[in-house]
């Protein structure tokens, strides 16, 4: 159960969730999924891979994450995510301080780990991963998964890279083998110094790894967006006309800023905003109003997305100022697994407003 001490991370203000928007949330999501299985699709992304997204250990990540921003005609993606956070703290919102899993939950939550193995089976020994995870802001969250991992018989420690000794030959903790990482760090491609053995271990199949780099590859890295909004392109690798079109009204038009003259798009900037390829947490994120000509000046042409702004639904807070929101569908496969509504003020999501963070939602 999540402690008490959470709760900070819950707001006591309610969002209102048309059913007809959560009905086109959930299309979204089954229609990427089956957009991520499609060889035309996995051929068109192979050279554009690196060679850990491009091993596909046959496996379905862990807890994705679908982030929606809500308008009046309907969801609009945002992103998607691999290393999803909150899940937890929104099913605390929705049930109270300390929640107990719904069982076709708990069934769920077991099916998933032990299919993020080749075999299918639970796994024996399973770390939380992530960079310094004690100074996360999440680290809450960590600890209920790992009490939750270790209440299915599964031994579990939450650790930094450093803590870990790894090779092509494997993963071990305290010389003992690891044969799951639940991966909440944000090198998602294993490029970095830190997880170099992890990245061996990876590549030579003697760990499993989850969310792994195939799937962000694949749905997760931002440059995605702008085949998940190109009709010509999704129609090329073999989407069906239902998935186009849905596509086509659900995800803003998402481009490589070296696409576009920046003097044109300079004078048309307050439409779009600019995302970092490789970025996370909302970090480097520029809206496009907010935008200085010199701080638009420095953005790498090659390696800057830029969308069309959608700006966040308000929700009322009481007397307070109305809060930004944003909301983020958790599924695994073809399974939706929740829905989170994190309430906010500020430019970016954040988990740090008064009287924000995740919020219960309301069916309307």
């Given at each position: 159960?999540l402690?008490?001490?959470?709760?900070?991370n819950?707001?006591?203000?309610?969002?209102?969730?048309?059913?007809?928007?959560l009905?086109?949330?959930?299309?979204?999501?089954?229609?990427?999924?089956?957009?991520?299985r499609?060889?035309?699709y996995?051929?068109?992304?192979?050279?554009?891979l690196?060679e850990t997204?491009?091993f596909?250990?046959?496996t379905?990540?862990?807890?994705?994450?679908y982030?929606?921003?809500?308008t009046?005609?309907?969801?609009?993606?945002?992103?998607?995510?691999?290393?999803?956070g909150g899940?937890?703290?929104?099913l605390?919102?929705?049930?109270?301080?300390?929640?107990q899993?719904?069982?076709?939950?708990?069934?769920?939550?077991?099916?998933?780990?032990?299919?993020?193995?080749?075999?299918?089976?639970?796994?024996?020994?399973?770390v939380?991963?992530?960079?310094?995870?004690?100074?996360?802001?999440?680290?809450p969250?960590?600890?209920?998964f790992?009490r939750?991992?270790?209440s299915?018989?599964?031994?579990?420690?939450i650790?930094?890279?450093?803590?870990?000794?790894?090779?092509?030959?494997?993963?071990f903790l305290?010389?003992a083998?690891?044969?799951?990482?639940?991966?909440?760090?944000c090198?998602?491609?294993l490029?970095?110094?830190?997880?170099?053995?992890i990245?061996?271990a990876?590549?030579?199949?003697?760990?499993?790894?989850?969310p792994?780099?195939?799937?962000y590859?694949?749905?997760?890295?931002?440059?995605?967006?702008?085949l998940?909004?190109?009709?010509e392109?999704?129609?090329a690798?073999?989407?069906?006309a239902?998935?186009?079109?849905?596509l086509?009204?659900?995800?803003p038009?998402?481009r490589?800023?070296?696409?576009?003259?920046?003097?044109?798009l300079?004078?048309?900037?307050?439409?779009?905003?600019f995302?970092?390829?490789?970025?996370?947490?909302?970090?480097g994120?520029?809206?496009?109003?907010?935008?200085?000509?010199?701080r638009?000046?420095?953005?790498?042409?090659?390696?800057?997305?830029?969308?069309?702004?959608?700006?966040?639904?308000?929700?009322t807070a009481?007397?307070?100022?109305?809060?930004?929101?944003?909301?983020?569908?958790f599924?695994?496969t073809?399974?939706?697994?929740?829905?989170?509504?994190?309430?906010y003020?500020?430019?970016?999501?954040?988990?740090?407003?008064?009287g924000?963070?995740?919020?219960?939602i309301?069916?309307v």
């Amino acid at each position: 159960m999540l402690e008490p001490t959470t709760l900070a991370n819950v707001s006591p203000h309610t969002v209102n969730l048309p059913r007809a928007a959560l009905r086109d949330m959930l299309r979204l999501q089954r229609t990427l999924e089956q957009l991520s299985r499609l060889p035309g699709y996995r051929r068109l992304l192979h050279d554009q891979l690196p060679e850990t997204a491009r091993f596909d250990p046959g496996t379905a990540s862990v807890l994705m994450g679908y982030d929606f921003h809500l308008t009046d005609a309907g969801p609009r993606l945002i992103e998607v995510n691999t290393n999803a956070g909150g899940g937890l703290f929104a099913l605390q919102a929705a049930l109270g301080a300390e929640p107990q899993l719904p069982a076709r939950l708990e069934q769920r939550l077991r099916a998933m780990f032990s299919a993020a193995l080749p075999a299918n089976r639970m796994p024996q020994r399973l770390v939380v991963l992530d960079d310094n995870p004690q100074e996360q802001f999440l680290y809450p969250e960590m600890q209920a998964f790992a009490r939750r991992f270790e209440s299915w018989g599964i031994a579990t420690s939450i650790v930094g890279p450093q803590q870990l000794v790894a090779d092509k030959d494997g993963v071990f903790l305290d010389g003992a083998p690891v044969d799951l990482i639940y991966n909440r760090h944000c090198d998602f491609y294993l490029e970095t110094e830190p997880l170099a053995g992890i990245r061996a271990a990876w590549l030579a199949g003697t760990v499993s790894l989850s969310p792994h780099p195939a799937a962000y590859g694949l749905l997760a890295d931002k440059r995605r967006l702008c085949l998940f909004s190109n009709e010509e392109q999704l129609a090329a690798v073999g989407l069906d006309a239902a998935g186009i079109a849905l596509l086509q009204r659900l995800v803003p038009t998402s481009r490589l800023l070296a696409d576009f003259d920046p003097e044109a798009l300079w004078k048309e900037r307050k439409e779009w905003v600019f995302k970092p390829a490789t970025s996370h947490a909302s970090r480097g994120v520029l809206v496009g109003a907010k935008a200085t000509r010199g701080r638009f000046l420095e953005l790498d042409p090659q390696t800057t997305i830029i969308q069309r702004y959608v700006p966040p639904s308000l929700t009322t807070a009481g007397n307070d100022a109305p809060m930004k929101t944003d909301l983020r569908l958790f599924a695994w496969t073809g399974h939706a697994l929740g829905l989170g509504a994190r309430l906010y003020h500020g430019q970016v999501t954040n988990l740090r407003t008064e009287g924000g963070g995740f919020a219960p939602i309301r069916l309307v």
